[in-house]
C-alpha cells in the first residue's frame, strides 16, 4: 500500500446496532475499492473484521478492527482508515478506543429494524466526540423496509440536521436504484455499486419533492443568509447546494442519509464518495495533550513537517503472532528500525518494521505520516492510552475515555494448579480489553472479574479456553458484610491451665459497647487500678482483641465499631504469660460480643441510574424491591433523568441485564462504595445460618 499525506487520510469509524450492518458494509466497501475480489459473510465466518475464532463462533463483532482502503476521490486518491466497531453494549470499550482516533463517523442503520438502541448511543457519541456522521441506510433489498418512514423517524429524532441524499428506486418490489436528491438525477445499479443514469420515476416524484424540501431546509438552516433567501422562495444553485453541504457536513450541521444494500453491495460506492467530499482530513483538528517538559496544555494540528508524536489507541495480542500496538500519528512521521521514547513511562524503545493491519492480515508500509494509523509490534512496555513522542519533545496526550466495568462475578480454576495460567493468560486479555478488570479479594478469599456485561464475560472464559487452554468457572461473589454489637456488656474471661511444672493463668474482665466508629474495627483502652492486670500484660490482651476482630463470633466476618476496655483481672506471679492473657481476652471477646447484641452491617453503594424519563418510574419501582432509598433525581444535559439512590451492594447483583431489560438498553448506571449499615432480620438470619459451619474454622 502506498504512503498517503495528511490531507489525503479519512478516518472513519463505522457505528450502529448490533447486527445493523456494519462489517457487511465493511465487506462492501472493501470489494469496491479492491482490497479484496469476493464478499465475505459474517454468517461464513470469512469476513475481514470478524477473523477471531469467538466473532466467527457467535456471528457478531467483538473487537474494532482497522481496514485501510485505498479510494480515487474527486481530487485524487485517498486512503480511508475504516474502524469497524461492535455494536453490543459489552463491547463499549471497542468501539470508544476506535472513536478516539476517529475523525469521521457512518452511523449504520437496518432500514426493517428502523431506529435502534445502538443508532442511540452512536448519535451520543458523535455528539459527545463532536465527529462529523452521516447514515447509511442498509437492507434496501427488503421489500418490506420503509425508507420514507424511517426518514420521517431521523428527522423526528436528530432534529433538522437530517438530510436525505438518496430514495429508493423499486422495480417489481426489487431495489434497483436511487434518486441523488442533490443532483436531482436517477440512478439504477449495474454491477454491485456501479451505476447508470436512469429517469426519475413518476412515482418517486412526491416522496422526491419531500425529500428535497428537508435538504433544503437543512441547507437552509447553514447561514441567515440562506434562511431569507428559503423563505422568499429562492432557490438554491446546485454550486451553493454543494458547498453549503460540504462546508456543513464537515462541521456536523448537517447529517446526510444515504441508502444501499450491504449484502449485495449496492450504495458503497456512494459512501466512499460521500467520505472522500464531505469527511475531513485530520489536519481538520488539533491534537490536544500537555507538554511534559512544562506542565503546561499542548495543541498542534496533525502535520508531518514537525517531530513525531502519537498515541496508542489499540493493542492486539495474539497468541501466534504476537503483541501490536496500533497508533495514530499525531505530528510527524513514524519510520522503522527508529527509536521511539514512551513518555508515559519515561522508556525508551527499538521498533522494528511498520505495519498496517487489515483486519488479521499485517501488511508492511515504508513510514506512516501524521493522521495515520499503523502499528508496531512487540513493544515491552508500551500500552493502550501511552504516547509515543521524542525524549527532546515529550507530550502527552490524552487517553481514551473508557467505560468503567461494574458486573462483577468470582472465578476458580477448574484444574488445580492453573492459577498462574490464569492469571497470565487474563493480563494479556486485559491488554487488550480496558473495561476488563480484575480483584483479589483477600478478605473473602476470591478472585473478582469485572466486565461491562455478562456476554462480555461469557466471551472471555470462551478465550481463555481457545486461545490459552485453561478453564475458570464463574459463580456467583460473596459480599462483604461486617459485625458489630449494639450494647454494653461487662465479662469475664479466665483461660487457666495445669498440666505438670508451670501452668497457664489469665484473668481479665472486660466492658465491650459500640464506638460508634464503623471504619475501624477496635479501639482498645485500660483502666485497671492497683496493679490487678501488670502493665506488661496489656498488650497481649490488645493482640487477643486484634486477632478476634479479624473473624467476627457471628457469621465469621470482620468486627467493626467495638470499644474494649480492660477495667480488672489477675494473675499468677508464676504461671501468668502474654500468651495466658491474650487467650484470655479472646474468650472475654467472644462471650461479650455474643451477649452484647450482635448484628450484621451489609455494605451499601450509592448509585447511579441514567435513563430516558419514560423509564423513571419503572426504575424506581425496581429499586425499591432492591431495598434501595431514591435519594433525588435530576435532568442531565442529554435529556435524559439520573437517579441516585443507596442501594445494598448484594442487590445489585445482576443489576446490568435486568437495567437493560427494563430500558430496551437505554439505561446506563454506575456506583460506589458508601458506607455500612444494619442488614435486615431476614437477611442477617440468612447470612448467620449460611456461614454457620465457618464460624469455628479457618475457611471464610
Not at 450491504?262 to 464531505?278: P, R, T
Amino acid at each position: 500500500m502506498n504512503v498517503y499525506g495528511t490531507k489525503q487520510i479519512r478516518n472513519v469509524a463505522l457505528l450502529g446496532h448490533g447486527g445493523a450492518g456494519k462489517t457487511t458494509l465493511a465487506e462492501a466497501m472493501a470489494l469496491v475499492t479492491g482490497a479484496i475480489s469476493r464478499m465475505g459473510k459474517v454468517t461464513d465466518g470469512n469476513t475481514i473484521s470478524d477473523y477471531d475464532k469467538e466473532e466467527i463462533k457467535r456471528q457478531f463483532s467483538i473487537s474494532a478492527s482497522l481496514i485501510p482502503l485505498e479510494f480515487t476521490g474527486e481530487e485524487g486518491p485517498i486512503k480511508i482508515n475504516l474502524l469497524d466497531t461492535p455494536g453490543y453494549f459489552d463491547f463499549v470499550g471497542e468501539v470508544e478506543e476506535a472513536i478516539s482516533v476517529a475523525d469521521a463517523a457512518v452511523i449504520v442503520v437496518n432500514c426493517k429494524a428502523g431506529i435502534e438502541v445502538g443508532t442511540y448511543k452512536a448519535w451520543e457519541l458523535c455528539e459527545k466526540y463532536r465527529l462529523p456522521r452521516l447514515f447509511f441506510v442498509t437492507n434496501m433489498d427488503d421489500d418490506h423496509a420503509s425508507y420514507r418512514e424511517l426518514l420521517l423517524k431521523l428527522e423526528k429524532e436528530f432534529g433538522r440536521k437530517i438530510a436525505p441524499f438518496h430514495l429508493p428506486i423499486r422495480e417489481n418490489e426489487k431495489f434497483v436504484g436511487f434518486v441523488n436528491v442533490v443532483k436531482m438525477a436517477g440512478r439504477r445499479f449495474t454491477t454491485n455499486s456501479d451505476y447508470e443514469v436512469c429517469e426519475i420515476p413518476e412515482y418517486s416524484q412526491k416522496n422526491l419533492g419531500i425529500a428535497r424540501e428537508a435538504l433544503m431546509e437543512a441547507v437552509a438552516e447553514t447561514s441567515e443568509e440562506y434562511m431569507e433567501r428559503y423563505f422568499s422562495g429562492d432557490e438554491f444553485t446546485v454550486e451553493e447546494i454543494s458547498a453549503a453541504l460540504r462546508e456543513h457536513v464537515t462541521e456536523g450541521n448537517i447529517v446526510p442519509v444515504m441508502l444501499g444494500s450491504g449484502i449485495n453491495a449496492q450504495g458503497a460506492k456512494m459512501v466512499l464518495q460521500a467520505i472522500d467530499i464531505y469527511f475531513p482530513a485530520p489536519d481538520h483538528y488539533e491534537c490536544i495533550g500537555v507538554d511534559v517538559s512544562t506542565g503546561e496544555r499542548f495543541t498542534a494540528k496533525y502535520n508531518d513537517q514537525v517531530s513525531l508524536s502519537a498515541r496508542v489507541f489499540k493493542t492486539v495480542v495474539d497468541p501466534f503472532i504476537g503483541k501490536y500496538s496500533l497508533m495514530k500519528i499525531c505530528t510527524g512521521v513514524l519510520k522503522p528500525d527508529s527509536s521511539i521514547y514512551n513518555v508515559n513511562k519515561d522508556t525508551e524503545e527499538k521498533i522494528g518494521k511498520v505495519y498496517l493491519l487489515r483486519g488479521k492480515d499485517v501488511i508492511e508500509v515504508p513510514e506512516l505520516k501524521a493522521g495515520d494509523i499503523g502499528a508496531v509490534s512487540k513493544l515491552n512496555v508500551t500500552q493502550t492510552g501511552d504516547t509515543i513522542a521524542l525524549r527532546s519533545a515529550p507530550i502527552v496526550y490524552h487517553k481514551p475515555e473508557i467505560s468503567t466495568p461494574y458486573t462483577y462475578m468470582r472465578y476458580k480454576t477448574k484444574t488445580k494448579g492453573d492459577d498462574d495460567k490464569v492469571s497470565n493468560a487474563l493480563s494479556k486479555l486485559m491488554e487488550e480489553d480496558l473495561t476488563l478488570k480484575t480483584f483479589n479479594d483477600s478478605e473473602n478469599r476470591q478472585s473478582l472479574i469485572y466486565a461491562i456485561g455478562d456476554q462480555q464475560l461469557e466471551v472471555v472464559v470462551s478465550k481463555l479456553l481457545s486461545r490459552y487452554k485453561v478453564e475458570v468457572e464463574l459463580n456467583k461473589p460473596k459480599f462483604a458484610f461486617r459485625e458489630t454489637i449494639r450494647k454494653k456488656v461487662e465479662v469475664q474471661g479466665k483461660y487457666k491451665k495445669q498440666s505438670g511444672g508451670h501452668g497457664q493463668y489469665g484473668d481479665v474482665k472486660m466492658t465491650f459497647e459500640p464506638s460508634g466508629d464503623l471504619e475501624t474495627p477496635y479501639i482498645f483502652e485500660e483502666s485497671v487500678f492497683g496493679g490487678a492486670v501488670p502493665r506488661n500484660y496489656f498488650p497481649a490482651v490488645e493482640k487477643g482483641i486484634a486477632e478476634c476482630v479479624l473473624k467476627g463470633p457471628l457469621a465469621a466476618y470482620p468486627v467493626v465499631g467495638i470499644k474494649a476496655i480492660l477495667t480488672d483481672g489477675s494473675y499468677h506471679p508464676v504461671d501468668s504469660s502474654e500468651l495466658a492473657f491474650k487467650m484470655a481476652a479472646t474468650m472475654a471477646f467472644k462471650k461479650g460480643f455474643m451477649d452484647a447484641n450482635p448484628v450484621l452491617l451489609e455494605p451499601i453503594a450509592s448509585l447511579k441510574v441514567t435513563v430516558p424519563d419514560k423509564f423513571t418510574g419503572d426504575i424506581m419501582g425496581d429499586l425499591n424491591r432492591r431495598r434501595g432509598r431514591v435519594l433525588g433525581m435530576n435532568s442531565n444535559h442529554y435529556g435524559k433523568q439520573v437517579i441516585e439512590a443507596d442501594v445494598p451492594m448484594s442487590e445489585l447483583f445482576g443489576y446490568n441485564t435486568d437495567l437493560r431489560s427494563m430500558t430496551g438498553g437505554m439505561g446506563v448506571y454506575e456506583y460506589e462504595f458508601s458506607r455500612y449499615e444494619l442488614a435486615p432480620g431476614d437477611v442477617q438470619k440468612k447470612e448467620v445460618e449460611e456461614r454457620a459451619s465457618k464460624v469455628d474454622r479457618d475457611e471464610v
